[in-house]
């Protein structure tokens, strides 16, 4: 069952099928059908969707179309995804292994789509920066407007692994970003599959309200068509959120109901995942000998090589309910032969857990100075996760909900309390009491420090665009043009600016306006490095520094910006609208401010318009650029 990211792949395990039909179509159209038949099927009973998809693969072989064998691949690699992970990866091996190593039209985007698989499975096994690199390959192919909906599934398997990971802010970057692009240019299964994971997501973050709403949308909607197996993964998340509102008697029937439904499905890695549910719940009610019971059973069905994720996770849980009821070493024991996984894998929010129980089960045998260094790791974890936590609410709410920040701020404190009963009830010595207790008041005063100064770098964001604004774009230039003069290294800046921009308010609207920007925004930062900062300094302007990049870097930037900008299709209310931009370019030269480099680079735009708009213009140079030095 797709329990592990509540919506994950399996659940819509014919994640693109949509586009695949047209072309398929032109082709009889009969094997296509069969095809969304079969994600439909496995919405039901992903075992019958697998011998429908294997058969479907057979005929496309037969058929001796490329395209039409990858479609089928990906959506087996989807499904198989909670069923058997190495499993998963090896149907995406082999339908890689037939394709070139970058395959034509109509092959090329099943092929795209199929690595995206590909690299989500290979950070769920442990191989993260395998999975990482193949993500950055895939962003990298993707960069063209017409391979947006590709690029939104690429950036939301990073950001499921990023959250799972909890680098929360960035993962929710990646998420929102998705599901943008994928409501806007990608098929509705895959907009859906996205609203399942920033669920997920946000559960995790501790918005368990916003999280429950879309889950019992997914659910609903899936009740409705039948989907049996889609309705108990999107039960198994709202049993989650009740879980993360210490509603634990209520989880407890949500995650009953998963059962029995994974049962009549045969499901029976679903039927490990609620039950490991259920024995998390029962641990939280203090009933330690039921919750044994349940994570034994739920170990039992599990196969570590299938899904070491989530073995991991039930040893720990395990390992919980024997310190329970006092058998400290074997909780131990438990605890130790997953060590070396947990840390590979890189999962926080775990490893948090199996520290605090190692804590625990230490503490019970006595060995107090490895007990309190064991908490002191897991309190160091989760304070690094409580920022995220408070930083990426905040972000949320102004970027997408437009809610109250004090909700965040109670949430915040809310979790902080938790956490300091937690840390109570684990102290048993007077002394290490007394240490870990002025550890949470200091604590919470720099929690509380980091939230003001969050709040205070807000004020350096232009709300329109989300870009940096004139006073934080400025305070990084003459920081860049600094180092540049120390570390005598070359200096860029580009000078950009939408073209009639005046005509396009005049004539669509100051709302329509308002999108323009903002899709300039978008498709300009497209367009940079990691290190480079690109920020709205006035109306329409804009402003890139470039570290480290030479005039002739700066000016292919500038001219990828502007045809970028210039093929870029924005649809408004009144229908399309086409606009372009003219940069200034210049580089930093000897002894120069930054003030000073910023005229010479207006002074080229100023020329770029003069000479009929749509153009880059180099400044002109009086000194020796820095890196000639």
Not at 163 to 174: E, K, P, T, V
Not at 204 to 232: H, M, N, W
Not at 238 to 247: E, L, N, T, V
């Amino acid at each position: 069952m797709a329990i592990r990211s509540i919506c994950c792949k399996r659940a819509l395990a014919g994640l693109g099928l949509a586009l695949w039909a047209a072309a398929a179509t032109a082709n009889g159209g009969g094997l296509a059908e069969r095809v969304m038949a079969a994600r439909q099927e496995a919405g039901v009973d992903p075992q019958r969707g697998l011998a429908t998809l294997r058969s479907l693969r057979r005929e496309a072989l037969a058929q001796n179309r490329l395209d039409l064998r990858l479609t089928v691949d990906e959506a087996e690699c989807r499904v198989l995804t909670d069923v058997d992970a190495s499993q998963a990866l090896a149907v995406a091996h082999a339908g890689l292994e037939t394709a070139a190593a970058r395959p034509d039209s109509p092959a090329r985007e099943p092929w795209l789509r199929l690595r995206a698989c590909r690299a989500g499975m290979l950070v769920e096994i442990g191989e993260k920066e395998a999975g990482r690199a193949e993500f950055e390959a895939l962003l990298a192919l993707t960069a063209q407007p017409a391979d947006a909906g590709i690029r939104g599934l690429v950036l939301m398997e990073r950001g499921v692994h990023r959250s799972r990971s909890g680098d929360w802010d960035i993962a929710q970057q990646d998420l929102i970003s998705a599901c943008e692009q994928l409501k806007n240019q990608g098929p509705a299964l895959d907009h859906t599959l996205c609203l399942g994971h920033i669920a997920n997501h946000y559960r995790r973050v501790g918005d368990v309200d916003e999280a429950k709403r879309l889950l019992q949308t997914l659910y609903s909607a899936a009740r409705q068509r039948g989907a049996t197996f889609d309705s108990a993964v999107y039960g198994f998340g709202i049993g989650q959120s009740q879980q993360a509102q210490q509603q634990w008697a209520e989880a407890i029937r949500s995650f009953e109901e998963v059962t029995e439904a994974s049962r009549r499905l045969g499901d029976a890695i679903g039927v490990s995942y609620a039950e490991h549910a259920i024995a998390v719940s029962q641990l939280k009610l203090g009933r330690a000998q039921e919750a044994l019971a349940y994570a034994d059973r739920a170990l039992g069905k599990l196969d570590r090589a299938t899904d070491p994720r989530q073995y991991e996770v039930n040893v720990v849980t395990r390992a919980e309910a024997l310190v329970a009821l006092g058998r400290a070493a074997e909780a131990n024991a438990e605890l130790e032969r997953v060590e070396q996984a947990l840390r590979k894998r890189g999962d926080q929010p775990t490893l948090a857990l199996w520290l605090n129980v190692r804590a625990t089960a230490l503490r019970q045998l006595g060995r107090w100075r490895e007990a309190y260094l064991a908490l002191a790791d897991e309190r160091a974890i989760q304070g690094q996760l409580q920022e995220l936590r408070v930083s990426q609410q905040s972000a949320r709410l102004r970027m997408q909900f437009n809610r109250s920040r004090d909700a965040d701020d109670i949430s915040a404190l809310r979790q902080l309390n938790e956490q300091g009963q937690r840390l109570r009830q684990t102290q048993a010595v007077a002394l290490v009491l007394f240490v870990i207790l002025l550890a949470a008041v200091f604590t919470v005063a720099v929690r509380k420090f980091r939230q003001a100064r969050h709040l205070q770098n807000l004020a350096s964001t232009d709300d329109l665009t989300g870009l940096a604004n004139r006073r934080a774009l400025m305070a990084f230039a003459n920081d860049a043009v600094e180092r540049a003069h120390r570390d005598q290294v070359a200096l860029a800046v580009l000078m950009i600016d939408i073209d009639h921009f005046k005509r396009i308010n005049d004539s669509h609207g100051h709302a329509v306006g308002d999108q323009v920007l903002r899709h300039a925004s978008r498709v300009l930062a497209a367009g940079l490095r990691e290190r480079d900062r690109l920020g709205r300094v006035g109306g329409e302007e804009f402003v890139a520094v470039l570290p480290g990049a030479t005039l002739a870097q700066a000016r292919q930037v500038a001219e990828r910006m502007r045809n970028a900008i210039d093929a870029a299709r924005l649809i408004g209310p009144s229908g399309e609208v086409r606009f372009t931009v003219s940069i200034g370019v210049a580089g930093a030269q000897m002894a120069e401010s930054a003030d000073a480099l910023l005229e010479r680079a207006d002074a080229a735009l100023y020329a770029a318009k003069n000479g009929g708009r749509n153009a880059v213009v180099i400044a002109q140079t009086e000194d020796l650029p820095l890196d000639a030095a």
